[in-house]
């Protein structure tokens, strides 16, 4: 290979890494563009609730079942991993503790965000996208209605609104699941169980920092979801990619967050 | 699915979701307690306050009569200025003791308050004249070596 080749084979894969770079910056550009313009044009979406009513529908009663159903096993097996390790230091009166502070400050909000991620924010990548491939949008366009204030504004609130329900179901079925197991089964002290809970766990500290948790993670979940939709390729394929990646950065972006906004809540006001 | 069906829905989604968003804050959180009672301030100076932190429960014979407000270091005699809220159902005469005490070996600490016998009692502002620092775990070893050793000088004489 020739110096000359060598030289336009590495501008090549630059122009490639720089193009990728730039692709990526101007969709994050876009993204927060439309989420600002939703935002501006929720008016129609609260004027006319019934619409994010159907929406909340979709995306949380139809969530209910999973979300309520992990959430009991995830309490379950906390309390059996928990007390299998708590009896050890002959601490398994701190299961309740164990299983309430990890729900209701972690697992409530992550899980729960998760599984409205792949079960809600598929549905309404794909649902979106479709209308987009069938020319729905476009047709809405034509008709001089704002495609944004009818179908985006409603889909963003209904999930933005479900998220926190869910999470707290999710937080409240694992700890009746951690009772289940850990006092019915196992047989610790009720009293202990639950009081120790009640010590422990703070209202500001602990189930409001997780409930604003769970707002962070539905606004992002909903929000990459609305927008992959809208940005989705019209075809098949463009659809079935658009979906993917919702369910891809929707779970890393609640990954990521729940990194930050626990080093934001739960180190820096431990010690104050 | 028609309208109502899902307004039906929704609305039973919305009730269960605030309904544990309740569950988790009262029976989980307790909010019920300390909260909103009428209480009043004491004060406690000590030595050594070991891990105490602010919000700690202060119990008297177990029962938990109050929390600690705030925690200070008084540069002028350099002890520890604990600021105590306690219960306003629950009068404490003015020699009562307060000592820092554990839950437990590895528990969390807190002001153990025990009643004196004088006839008047706290009242806001005051302050617990008699206090007993927490014990220092590093403290309480050297002072049991440092017994043995005397003991073992002793024995060889």
Redesign the interface.
């Known amino acids: 290979m020739s110096l000359a080749q060598i030289r336009e084979h590495a501008r090549g894969r630059l122009e490639r890494l720089g193009n990728a770079v730039t692709s990526h910056v101007w969709r994050l550009g876009f993204a927060s563009r439309f989420l600002f313009y939703t935002m501006l044009h929720s008016g129609t979406a609260l004027r006319r609730f019934r619409l994010t009513v159907a929406e909340i529908y979709f995306a949380g009663v139809l969530s209910l079942i999973i979300i309520m159903v992990s959430g009991l096993f995830v309490g379950m097996v906390l309390a059996l991993q928990g007390y299998d390790t708590l009896q050890r230091f002959g601490a398994s009166e701190s299961l309740g503790v164990l299983v309430a502070l990890s729900l209701v400050r972690e697992l409530g909000p992550v899980v729960a965000g998760l599984l409205f991620a792949s079960r809600a924010g598929s549905a309404i990548t794909a649902e979106i996208g479709l209308m987009k491939a069938t020319e729905q949008i476009s047709a809405m366009e034509m008709m001089a209605v704002d495609p944004i204030a009818r179908v985006v504004a409603p889909r963003f609130w209904g999930g933005v609104i479900s998220m926190p329900l869910l999470a707290a179901l999710f937080s409240a079925l694992g700890i009746f699941g951690g009772y289940l197991v850990g006092v019915q089964l196992i047989g610790v002290d009720a009293g202990a169980f639950w009081s120790q809970m009640q010590a422990a766990v703070d209202l500001r500290n602990d189930i409001l920092n997780g409930v604003i948790k769970s707002v962070v993670f539905g606004v992002a979940v909903t929000w990459i979801a609305v927008f992959e939709g809208y940005d989705a390729v019209p075809t098949a394929e463009g659809v079935s990619r658009a979906t993917t990646r919702t369910v891809v950065t929707s779970s890393l972006a609640i990954l990521a967050l729940d990194f930050v906004l626990t080093a934001l809540m739960f180190t820096g006001g431990k010690s104050a | 699915m028609n309208?109502a069906t899902?307004?039906l829905?929704?609305g039973?989604?919305?009730v269960?979701?605030?309904?544990?968003?309740l569950?988790?804050?009262l029976?989980?959180?307790?909010?019920a307690?300390f909260?909103g009672g009428e209480t009043y301030n004491v004060q406690g100076r000590f030595v050594n306050i070991g891990g105490l932190k602010v919000r700690a429960?202060i119990k008297s014979a177990g029962v938990v009569v109050g929390r600690v407000a705030d925690i200070r270091f008084d540069n002028e005699t350099y002890e520890a200025l604990v600021s105590m809220n306690l219960d306003q159902h629950y009068q404490f005469p003015r020699d009562s003791t307060a000592k820092i005490l554990t839950s437990g070996i590895?528990g969390e600490q807190y002001i153990g308050l025990e009643a004196g016998g004088d006839g008047v009692m706290l009242k806001n502002g005051d302050r617990v004249r008699l206090t007993q620092s927490a014990v220092v775990l590093e403290n309480l070893i050297s002072q049991f070596l440092f017994n043995k050793a005397a003991e073992g000088k002793d024995e060889k004489k």
Not at chain 2, 27 to 31: H, S
């Open positions: 309208r899902i307004d829905w929704v039973i989604f919305v269960i979701g605030i309904g544990a968003l569950f988790l804050a029976k989980v959180g307790n909010l307690t909260s429960p590895l």
